[in-house]
């Protein structure tokens, strides 16, 4: 019974440790909506990639090509021919049965047998036609077979190059919308400086007609806001840039908006699960992979040259003169064409050492391309420690600028600090957001470079 008891306690505690869990997880989602939405659009609409999913269709249009070669080809060959004059030859039918005809004759005691006159025709034909379906196979081609291999290796590279530019757009798609949030987030900080500043400025006039303040503090006040001012304008235009930047790589109007509903406090989070470099899953070793494979069905294709082809043909149809069609003019042919190289100079054996020196080649690319893979996933792991090292450093800077201004601005409002003081600690809350703006984006997108580095963004699967 008290075991009973614990058990529905446990069951009870749980679900609400259970539902903390699953809300925790919704608002991460929901946090993370906007960029995901962004780069779902970016991957269906950019033009580059537009471009390479046509390029890797035509690929996959060539491997079909490659494969309908196998099957058998049937066409249908027609031809008419009449002529007269030219050459021509001589058959003496006459002589040759004439004499046989006579004996018989006179054996038989009349004319049965007529006399036959010697045959005179021309070579070139006169009202002929031939109408056939010419049926052609391969049996023996190793041209047709490699070729095959070829295009499917062709294709399998156009399809690692379409996943490695998804790849890359998904990195400067987050990349250019974490730029549009520091530049933000930047224009926010100056705005809310300059809000401050204009304060400041009424401040020390109410402080001047009052006879407690001197026109230099409010000259200082209006420079240092026409300052600020200036930066605002700078910020707003390096956010606008950002926005179109951003734009252009989802394909959209330049200056359409931004969702900037992104929580970045839950991305930056989600940082410290960051994974270790892993370069297992780079489509680029797949397509270095792929490449080795296509060169080495070329050298098989090259050394293979030597080998006989071997062909059949049926041809079925009518032939005859002034069109007519009787039990004598349909007619079928068969037959085998082998074709054997014998000699060529030697131009094969050169295309097979070509073949197999840019296989050569292919495989130490594929060495050295591997090992440049794992130093940019290793050296984008420590770019992402220092970032965070700086980003702590930067929230620490921005905890205590806004500390020490709220002091001094407490203190100014007194007439304990100076209007120097005053504009100092203004002047250091305002660097250190901007700071901890940049840290912050930083931090994102060398995490984005890392999960390119490492291919862990789950990519949707071609249609």
């Not at 052609?136 to 156009?158: F, G, M, W």
């Not at 530019?165 to 530049?183: C, G, P, Q, S």
């Not at 806001?225 to 926005?243: G, K």
């Not at 000699?343 to 840019?358: N, S, V, Y």
Request: aromatic content about 6%; proline content about 3%.
């Amino acid at each position: 019974m008290f075991s009973e008891r614990m058990r529905k306690i446990r069951k009870r505690s749980a679900r609400p440790t259970m539902l903390a869990v699953l809300m925790l997880a919704t608002a991460a989602a929901s946090a993370q909506a906007p960029l995901d939405g962004y780069v779902r659009l970016g991957l269906d609409s950019n033009l580059v990639l537009c471009e390479k999913h046509i390029a890797l269709n035509r690929a996959l249009a060539d491997l079909k090509q490659a494969k309908a070669l196998f099957l058998p080809a049937v066409n249908l060959n027609a031809s008419y021919l009449s002529g007269e004059g030219g050459r021509y030859f001589d058959f003496p039918v006459g002589e040759l049965v004439n004499p046989v005809y006579r004996t018989l004759n006179q054996l038989i005691g009349h004319n049965a047998f007529p006399e036959v006159e010697n045959v005179q025709a021309y070579l070139n034909p006169n009202n002929y036609y031939d109408v056939h379906l010419r049926t052609t196979l391969p049996l023996l081609n190793t041209d047709i077979i490699h070729n095959r291999q070829l295009q499917q290796h062709a294709a399998e590279l156009k399809e690692h190059e379409l996943d490695i530019y998804r790849r890359e757009l998904v990195k400067d798609i987050k990349t250019a919308y974490f730029n549009v949030l520091m530049a933000g987030q930047a224009v926010r900080s100056y705005a809310s400086a300059v809000q401050l500043l204009e304060r400041n400025v009424q401040a020390t006039r109410s402080l001047q007609r009052h006879g407690a303040g001197v026109p230099a503090q409010v000259l200082r006040a209006q420079a240092e806001l026409q300052q600020v001012n200036a930066q605002l304008a700078e910020a707003r235009d390096r956010h606008a840039n950002a926005r179109r930047w951003f734009n252009f790589l989802l394909n959209r109007d330049l200056d359409a908006p931004v969702d900037e509903g992104f929580d970045m406090a839950a991305a930056l989070a989600d940082t410290a699960q960051a994974a270790a470099a892993d370069i297992s899953r780079r489509e680029e070793l797949q397509a270095l992979r792929t490449a080795v494979d296509l060169r080495e069905a070329q050298v098989k294709m090259a050394r293979d040259r030597k080998l006989p082809t071997l062909g059949a043909f049926l041809d079925l149809g009518y032939q005859g003169q002034d069109w007519t069609v009787d039990p004598y003019s349909d007619f079928y042919l068969v037959g085998v064409q082998l074709d054997l190289p014998l000699f060529g100079g030697g131009r094969e054996r050169q295309k097979a050492k070509q073949a197999t020196l840019d296989l050569e080649q292919a495989r130490a690319e594929q060495r050295n391309a591997t090992q440049q893979l794992l130093l940019g996933a290793r050296q984008a792991d420590g770019v992402l420690a220092t970032a965070q090292a700086v980003l702590r450093s930067a929230q620490a800077r921005q905890t205590s600028a806004a500390s020490y201004f709220n002091l001094v601005e407490k203190g100014f409002a007194e007439g304990v600090n100076t209007q120097l003081e005053y504009l100092d600690a203004r002047n250091q809350l305002t660097a250190a957001e901007v700071q901890l703006a940049v840290a912050q984006s930083t931090v994102l997108q060398r995490l984005a470079d890392l999960e390119r580095q490492n291919a862990t963004y789950p990519l949707p699967a071609l249609p």
